[in-house]
């Protein structure tokens, strides 16, 4: 699939302070991955994962994830099953996710994390607000919105980082678990938007990250923290 890919090498750190969510300010670092400070994984339970798409974020996904040590089934256009998995990644096209869903079985009420974005005029199935809704409306299980707001092409240089980059998610509850902790073992530090409800603002996010990385920027993460965490 297309994801979200850099453009140009220049880096520069940008801060946005937002005022009145809480009562320290949060502020939204824009950083190169080695401007950031690295620490330690948690150590947590391996997990059976049925990635669908094979492209710069499921790939990208699938091999950090096999680094961590899950165990990682990569499923392409020919589909497959997904009935001995743990966790379920979407990463196609925006206008693919139907056929690629159908193309899959064993995929009732599974936990499934949708990477895909919609570019250009692609828009949501008919009756959807947002890709991530008809995924649930398929699978029934907890789903959530998710690695679809980073640059795939800065996956090999996330190990590197001096600290966790961000990685927006909207979704369900039930969904926190597996969210959380494959944010981890890809290297990111998983921040809530909201709930499902959200997925389609999450979803117009990716073309903010865009045009960032094609005015100046270049290829980026970001952290959001408070200020004393940065």
């Given at each position: 699939?297309?994801?979200?890919?850099?453009?140009?090498?220049?880096?520069?750190?940008?801060?946005?302070?937002?005022?009145?969510?809480?009562?320290?300010?949060?502020?939204?670092?824009?950083?190169?991955?080695?401007?950031?400070?690295?620490?330690?994984?948690?150590?947590?339970?391996?997990?059976?994962?049925?990635?669908?798409?094979?492209?710069?974020?499921?790939?990208?996904?699938?091999?950090?994830?096999?680094?961590?040590?899950?165990?990682?089934?990569?499923?392409?256009?020919?589909?497959?099953d997904a009935g001995a998995a743990d966790a379920v990644l979407i990463a196609v096209p925006g206008d693919a996710v139907?056929?690629?869903?159908?193309?899959?079985?064993?995929?009732?009420?599974?936990?499934?994390?949708?990477?895909?974005?919609?570019?250009?005029?692609?828009?949501?199935?008919?009756?959807?607000?947002?890709?991530?809704?008809?995924?649930?409306?398929?699978?029934?299980?907890?789903?959530?919105?998710?690695?679809?707001?980073?640059?795939?092409?800065?996956?090999?240089?996330i190990a590197d980082a001096r600290a966790r980059p961000s990685n927006l998610w909207s979704g369900d509850?039930?969904?926190?678990?597996?969210?959380?902790?494959?944010?981890?073992?890809?290297?990111?530090?998983?921040?809530?938007?909201?709930?499902?409800?959200?997925?389609?603002?999450?979803?117009?996010?990716?073309?903010?990250?865009?045009?960032?990385?094609?005015?100046?920027?270049?290829?980026?993460?970001?952290?959001?923290?408070?200020?004393?965490?940065?």
């Amino acid at each position: 699939m297309r994801g979200l890919t850099s453009i140009g090498k220049s880096y520069r750190p940008v801060r946005i302070q937002v005022l009145d969510w809480r009562p320290a300010a949060i502020l939204v670092s824009f950083r190169a991955p080695e401007a950031l400070r690295r620490f330690p994984d948690p150590q947590e339970k391996t997990m059976n994962i049925t990635v669908i798409g094979r492209g710069n974020i499921g790939g990208g996904l699938a091999d950090l994830w096999e680094r961590a040590g899950h165990k990682v089934e990569r499923l392409g256009r020919g589909g497959g099953d997904a009935g001995a998995a743990d966790a379920v990644l979407i990463a196609v096209p925006g206008d693919a996710v139907q056929a690629a869903l159908s193309s899959v079985t064993g995929l009732s009420g599974k936990t499934v994390l949708d990477a895909t974005n919609l570019y250009g005029e692609v828009k949501p199935p008919a009756g959807f607000g947002s890709n991530a809704e008809y995924v649930k409306s398929v699978t029934g299980g907890p789903t959530a919105k998710v690695f679809n707001t980073n640059i795939a092409a800065l996956y090999p240089q996330i190990a590197d980082a001096r600290a966790r980059p961000s990685n927006l998610w909207s979704g369900d509850e039930e969904a926190r678990r597996v969210v959380e902790q494959l944010n981890t073992d890809a290297g990111y530090e998983a921040v809530r938007l909201g709930d499902l409800s959200q997925a389609a603002t999450q979803e117009s996010i990716a073309h903010a990250i865009i045009a960032i990385a094609q005015n100046g920027l270049g290829a980026f993460v970001y952290r959001m923290a408070t200020p004393e965490q940065l």
